[in-house]
């Protein structure tokens, strides 16, 4: 005791008074705060808002380039966090991913497009969708495990079951996402090569029976027969294409619509079975993901910025 100043004495003999005296220094310090943080939330809520608007905007009337920031977006905002937190698992998967995607896409906008790219194309984004949904759905079902506890059978530590799933449920998602946005824009461009498919306007060819609009390949096996190699599949507008090849440019593109007349494609009658229309729902869970993804980050850090500049705490 005769160490301490005769402030901390007193604080150690009258400890009841010494809270009280404390508590009221607190909030003498931060008096007013509430009404900072009233105006900060409504920053945010309506910086989420007009954010919202002129996203939507955006998208409606320069879709190419909403598009290609997006993607951007998506492709570079994780990288961020990845190397100022030092995942660098994340980082090699990361950079094999690009490196092969890049490779891909390089392949996609070359003119002439040689006959097997848009396959190699389509394969290789659709093996990503489906490694992607397996993991999503592992990830899911890890942390749900958690929850009720089931992780204590394997004598799993709760915070390590719960940080494989939700990092698994990260890599499913974010991969899922990022490979429809490059697919879209590499089926846009080898579809636009063909010349059988135009974003507006009419086609520059004219569509043969016997040709798949997607790829321009021959189309060898009739639709009421079984193929060995592959079935042809043919759309409510009569046009025929190899089953592959419109189940890519459905599900991988996120096209809905026949890649030459335009008409709306019917995805229930294509996916009749049960077991894959989730793979459908999933695709449209990535979609709605990609705003949270790309634009979070950025809405928040000028919510940020905003505060700053009115000296908000």
């Known amino acids: 005791m005769s160490d301490l100043s005769p402030e901390e004495q007193w604080r150690f003999s009258h400890p009841g008074q010494s809270f009280r005296v404390e508590h009221a220094r607190m909030h003498a310090k931060h008096r007013g705060h509430e009404a900072m943080h009233a105006e900060m939330v409504l920053i945010l809520i309506a910086t989420l808002v007009v954010a919202q608007l002129l996203l939507v905007q ?17 492709w570079v905002v994780p990288l961020y966090f990845t190397v100022k937190l030092h995942w660098w698992r994340f ?30 194309v389509y394969k290789w984004f659709l093996l990503i969708y489906k490694i992607s949904y397996a993991t999503g759905i592992v990830g899911y079902m890890a942390v749900m495990f958690t929850l009720f506890g089931l992780n204590l059978l394997f004598k799993i530590k709760p915070e390590d079951a719960m940080d494989f799933g939700i990092s698994l449920l990260f890599y499913g998602l974010y991969y899922g996402v990022l490979e429809r946005d490059f697919a879209e824009m590499c089926a846009d461009y080898m579809a636009s090569t063909i010349g059988f498919y135009s974003e507006s306007g009419m086609p520059t060819k004219h569509l043969s029976d016997s040709v798949c609009a997607v790829c321009g390949q021959q189309i060898f096996v009739d639709v009421s027969e079984e193929g060995i190699i592959e079935n042809t599949y043919r759309l409510s507008c009569n046009h025929v294409f190899h089953e592959f090849c419109i189940r890519g440019w459905c599900i991988v593109g996120k096209k809905q619509t026949c890649p030459y007349c335009k008409e709306k494609v019917d995805l229930k009658r294509m996916f009749s079975n049960p077991w894959e229309r989730p793979h459908v729902m999933y695709g449209q869970l990535l979609d709605w993901l990609r705003y949270l993804v790309a634009w979070q980050p950025v809405i928040i850090g000028l919510v940020q910025g905003i505060n700053y500049i009115l000296g908000l705490e």
Do not use: D, G
């Open 58 to 74: 955006w998208k409606q009337r320069h879709p190419r380039s909403y598009n290609m920031v997006t993607l951007f977006q998506m």
């Open 91 to 120: 980082l090699v998967i990361w950079i094999l991913f690009s490196a092969i995607t890049a490779f891909v896409t390089f392949r996609a906008t070359r003119k002439p497009l040689v006959q097997t790219t848009p396959r190699l």
